[in-house]
């Protein structure tokens, strides 16, 4: 699940730039994302990190540089379109439709990612969707009544219900407890042993190393570093501009004696 | 199941007596039940963009006077008169289309404002270009050679039989992949687009809804009046009066504009009559009312949880008002 083994990337971003007015917010950034593969992106708040997800998934406007989805460019089209060629994502600040049920929530991406699908095929991935993040039995309530994980979870399936190929999650572990993050990681894992292949947006470091192949680092808007876990957060660049001396020491000693 | 039954039967069932009720009543009670009618149609058709994709269309009224300076033209031209309706609600489609091609890009607050712009546009428009539309002078209708009291009832029925249409559609768009988009977008339009919905299609294709149903009312309107003219054709009261029916009964619901329609009528038959020079204030007590004791309509309030939800708010508002007295008192 390496560069090595799957040399054409599903996702191959080129030279990404976008300005706000006078603020650069993603600068001439380039990553690849292999099939299979989960890449973390990390970086501090206000680097970017979403505004590159959004070139992404279409909904970013005028920017520079080219997103290509399995060989084809992608950018400049409609998030729609985007969306039905195979790439969902999650957004950081949750946007469930309120006035949907939980299923129905997760039936949108069921009922137009594939239009002349049957309603009876329809919901049964919809709740396919909503059994794999554990929201089964919440299907007929509305989002507002759930709890903030469930609503991080709700996210991802509505996000699953698209059929996707190709999965962006904005910090979908943000505000959770332990116990809660572990049973993310564990969909993570799940999903991407269906065949999806990831990108996560995330600040807990714990969830990001034990979950990705791979690290992309940025830095007011520019990639400082991008490679295997382990060599990401020991080098030195990472560590003074995002995760700090006493992350780096305590990385270290975990190494030392796990 | 058994609620959107129990609603059907009971729509039956007033239908039935709406039927019967033309060879009972006088022209008075004709006439009020005739604009019943018509402005629920109006609500319906606020419904489909308001309540469903959450656009603010306070200009709506446009299609109701597109509608009915088509009718007028297309009959004085010699039209047929089922060609010169189904020309009404056409041509107000094709022009929420074509204006809401650009205007439903722009997100929120700007398509409020951009429509009450295109009502007053279309009155600039009217009175500027004179000749077949008649321009300031109003235009006249042909006369129908029918006895009044025989036109005044096929003009109800045309108008129940609009707003029966314009329900049904409701309820098939309620149940369509087009009413899903409307009612995802409506709460995150970025959401929907990354799941797969064309936002700006679906919007344009509910105004245009929209739009033919308000149109075709417009076109009977001027049908049933005879004589238009700019300012009460494209009167955005008629749009205002819609909004608070559609409020009051339900936004977003099939049934609800048309209960609101009922409602609204039979309050404002009493202000009008009992108190007719605060009416507009007292309308608009009414319509705050409304707005914070039964935010979701009146419909809901048939059912248990409802009604809870509504008696919880007005204890929560005696609560809070009695408080403010209290402290009052104290100081
Ligand atoms: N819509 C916008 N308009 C103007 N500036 C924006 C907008 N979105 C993001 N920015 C700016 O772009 C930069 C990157 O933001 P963002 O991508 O949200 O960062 P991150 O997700 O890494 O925290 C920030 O400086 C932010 O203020
Ligand atoms: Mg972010």
């Known amino acids: ?258 | 199941m058994t609620g959107s039954r129990k609603s059907l039967v009971l729509a039956l069932a007033a239908l039935a007596v709406l039927a019967i009720l033309p060879f009972v009543i006088g022209n008075y009670w004709l006439r009020v039940l005739t604009s019943v009618f018509m402005v629920g149609v109006v609500a319906q058709g606020l419904n489909v963009i308001v309540g469903f994709a959450g656009y603010h269309a306070f200009g709506n009224s446009a299609f109701f006077g597109v509608g009915a300076y088509v009718v007028a033209v297309t009959l004085n031209a010699g039209w047929p008169l089922p060609l010169a309706f189904v020309a009404a609600g056409l041509a107000s489609a094709v022009v929420a289309g074509v204006f809401g091609w650009p205007l439903l890009r722009l997100r929120g607050h700007y398509f409020a404002i951009a429509s009450v712009a295109l009502n007053m546009a279309f009155i600039e428009v009217i009175l500027n270009l004179g000749g077949v539309t008649g321009g300031a002078q109003g235009l006249p209708l042909p006369i129908s050679p029918m006895a009044p009291d025989l036109l005044y009832r096929i003009i109800y029925f045309l108008m129940l039989g609009a707003l029966v249409a314009a329900t049904a559609v409701v309820w098939v768009l309620s149940q369509s992949r087009l009413g899903y988009a409307l009612r995802a977008l409506k709460d995150s339009e970025s959401g929907a687009e990354v799941m797969g919905v064309d936002t700006v299609r679906a919007k344009i294709t509910a105004w245009a809804i929209s739009a033919a149903m308000t149109g075709t009312v417009g076109g009977i309107w001027a049908y049933w009046i005879t004589f238009i003219e700019v300012s009460s054709a494209f009167d955005i009261g008629i749009s205002m009066r819609a909004y608070i029916m559609m409020l009051l009964g339900g936004i977003g619901t099939v049934f609800g504009p048309v209960a609101g329609a009922f409602l609204f009528q039979i309050v404002a038959t009493m202000i009008w009559a009992e108190f007719t020079h605060i009416h507009n204030l007292l309308l608009g007590v009414f319509l705050v009312a409304v707005v914070m004791l039964v935010p979701n309509g009146v419909l809901p309030l048939l059912s248990r949880a409802g009604w809870r939800a509504a008696s919880a708010r007005l204890g929560g508002a005696s609560t809070r008002l009695s408080h403010r007295l209290f402290a009052r008192e104290e100081r």
């Open chain 1, 1 to 258: 699940m390496n560069a090595q083994s799957n040399p054409a990337p599903i996702l191959a971003v080129r030279d990404v730039s976008v300005r706000f007015g006078g603020v650069v917010a993603v600068r001439d950034v380039s990553f690849d994302l292999f099939p299979g593969e989960i890449v973390g992106l990390i970086g501090p708040n206000g680097a970017g990190k979403t505004t590159l997800l959004n070139v992404v998934s279409g909904l970013a406007g005028r920017h520079d540089g080219t997103v290509a989805f399995d060989g084809e460019t992608i950018s400049g089209r409609k998030p729609h379109v985007i969306a039905r060629k195979g790439i969902a994502r999650t957004f950081q600040i949750v946007q469930p439709f309120k006035n949907l049920t939980v299923l129905q929530n997760v039936s949108i991406g069921a009922m137009f990612c594939a239009p002349n699908r049957l309603s009876s095929e329809t919901r049964a991935l919809a709740r396919e969707a909503l059994e794999k993040v554990g929201l089964g039995r919440k299907a007929d309530i509305l989002p507002t009544q759930l709890t903030l994980s469930e609503r991080k979870r709700l996210e991802l399936a509505r996000a699953l219900s698209t059929c996707p190929r190709v999965l962006l999650l904005d910090e979908v572990m943000a505000g959770l407890n332990h116990t809660e993050i572990e049973r993310i990681v564990a969909l993570i894992r799940e999903i991407r042993a269906d065949g999806l292949s990831i990108v996560v947006v995330e600040h807990v470091m714990k969830a990001i190393m034990a979950i990705c192949d791979r690290i992309v680092v940025l830095r007011f808007g520019e990639k400082i570093a991008d490679g295997p876990p382990d060599a990401v957060v020991n080098d030195p660049h990472v560590v003074s501009a995002y995760l700090g001396e006493r992350f780096a020491k305590r990385h270290a000693a975990q190494e030392v004696s796990p």
